[in-house]
């Protein structure tokens, strides 16, 4: 089960340390954070260290770090996420990185769930460059799946090692006590995905997710030790 790293969100330092450890990186490109510097920075580590390196757009909000879901009509939206992609890009041609997945941040990740426009919006983009695109691992997602196949979009389910869930499979939002999980919580919740196919909710209720790919966040606090841990319980 491939380990990856959402990365490129303004600490280089986190970039530098978890690159050994992780098999993709998701990489902010200017919608949440991120821009031409630390794409070129983060795509030389990835390049250095045999890392797949992925684009990570977000809904065009700095201010809030794409965690809020904006009221923009989809042709907005749509032109913004065309932006942040064609910089990824253009930066993976200049230092030879090949593009690997598409990851939406966020609210944006989570709205896709929500509102077929807006997952819609990000499988036309993921067919037009031919990329697969990264969601999250959740029951309800039938219909999502089938447009994405009718579309030729390969879909790379993801859950997370350091975020406590909801009985409904969402994420328990990073404000609650416990959202999010000490380095052995996580370890033992990355086992039971790929042991089990599953995962304990906060509130117990076992909840039966197939993953393809397991997430640290960059900007948890104990992202490093948590990356570290991961990585050994797989070597």
Same mark, same amino acid.
């Given at each position: 089960m491939k380990i990856n790293c959402d990365l490129g969100e303004g600490m280089p330092q986190v970039d530098r340390a978890v690159m050994p450890y992780i098999d993709m990186a998701n990489l902010a490109c200017g919608g949440h954070s991120g821009d031409r510097d630390s794409l070129l920075s983060v795509l030389q580590l990835c390049h250095e260290h045999s890392v797949a390196a992925g684009a990570h757009p977000a809904y065009p909000d700095r201010e809030h770090f794409g965690r809020?879901? %904006?009221d923009i009509d989809v042709a907005t939206l749509e032109k913004s996420l065309r932006q942040q992609l064609q910089l990824f890009l253009q930066c993976c041609q200049?230092?030879?990185?090949q593009a690997s997945h598409i990851k939406p941040h966020g609210a944006l990740y989570h709205d896709c769930r929500r509102d077929r426009r807006i997952a819609n919006?990000? %499988?036309r983009l993921a067919a037009e460059l031919k990329l697969p695109l990264i969601l999250q691992a959740a029951p309800d997602y039938p219909e999502l799946l089938d447009d994405a196949a009718e579309n030729g979009v390969e879909i790379s389910r993801e859950a997370f090692a350091d975020r406590a869930y909801a009985d409904d499979g969402s994420l328990i939002p990073r404000a609650e006590l416990g959202a999010l999980l000490e380095p052995q919580a996580a370890l033992a919740q990355f086992i039971d995905l790929r042991d089990k196919g599953g995962l304990n909710s906060r509130e117990g209720r076992w909840l039966k997710l197939?993953?393809?790919?397991i997430c640290v966040h960059g900007d948890s606090p104990d992202a490093l030790k948590i990356a570290e841990l991961l990585h050994g319980a797989r070597h």
């Open positions: 809020r879901s %904006l200049e230092t030879g990185v919006c990000l %499988l197939r993953a393809d790919t």
